[in-house]
């Protein structure tokens, strides 16, 4: 078993990816938000350690092979701030506490996750210095963009960045993301479109303000198709495939994915989101928690099963 410790770890989908190998084993979790601690928590045995990652010490963290970090990507995001390494809030400054612990650890392995775009950063600077910097600690680094819907056999439109860096150049010069796979789920495989759920995610005739619900039931037509609500008018998703999930999804009343199900018109549930991030059908969200909370951490989180064939790979290259 190889040792991993997880940064940045919201709810643990890049953890769940790799323990799903049954090679590598979580020691040790950090994560900020409560939130997602909790979900993260009631899913594990491990008790997570909910300090900001500037105040903890590097002797402080348990010994561990492998890094996993999707770290925040505001910073990095087109529809973040656009400042890189320079967000006043110190986001984009946070892949440097990774480089702080990684001096000290020396993991054999380190694994990040992030947006697509954080290749074409600032020009390519921001990407290049997180190369440097993972180059500087002696590693030898690939990367590849891969889509959960060709790699991960999920039918999500979700393209991430992801990167493994080896100390090791023949662990390095072995390892191979994985290929395309063909996609054989399907929205019905995540999505239950044939029995009623909670009331609150259905849209009825008076329950929003204005001519909302008038402009779906007439733009919504097909019962197995991806809908969103975009400010005036409603877009039908014609991929066949649920949209990138993202952080905001659940901010602002309308901007989860719709469908037209048994009972009606309505929104994902968060289960139905997590469904659509690969996670396993037994993946628990505790109760009391606020839809937003759960949609946020779901967008937030990765595909596991894109996750789960790259640590595979990792192991073959081993
Ligand atoms: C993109 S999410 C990672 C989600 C994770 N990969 C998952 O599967 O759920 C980034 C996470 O970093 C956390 N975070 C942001 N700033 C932090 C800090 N200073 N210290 C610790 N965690 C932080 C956020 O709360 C957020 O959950």
Partial sequence: MLKCASFFAGVGGIDIGFENTKKFEVVYANELDPYPVKTYELNSKIKVDCRDINEVKCEEIPDFDVMLAGFPCQAFSVAGYRKGFDDEKGRGTLFFELIRIIKVKKPQIVFLENVKN?????????????????????????YAVLNAMEYGNIPQNRERIYIAAFRNVEQYKSFEFPLPIPLKKGLADIIDFKNRVDEKYYYTAG???????????????????????????VRKNKSGVVPTLTANQGEGGHNVCLIKAAGGIRKMTPHECFNTQGFPKNFKLPENMSDARLYKQAGNSVCVSVIQRIAEKIIEAL
Avoid: C, P
Avoid at 207 to 233: F, S, T
């Fill in 207 to 233: 329950k929003y303000k204005g001519d909302i619900y008038e402009k779906l039931v007439e733009a919504m037509d097909d019962e197995n198709a991806i809908y969103q609500w975009r400010r005036r008018y």
């Fill in 118 to 142: 954080l290749v074409g950063h600032d020009n390519g600077n921001t990407f290049s210095v997180i190369l440097d910097e993972l180059q500087k600690e002696g590693y030898h680094v690939k």
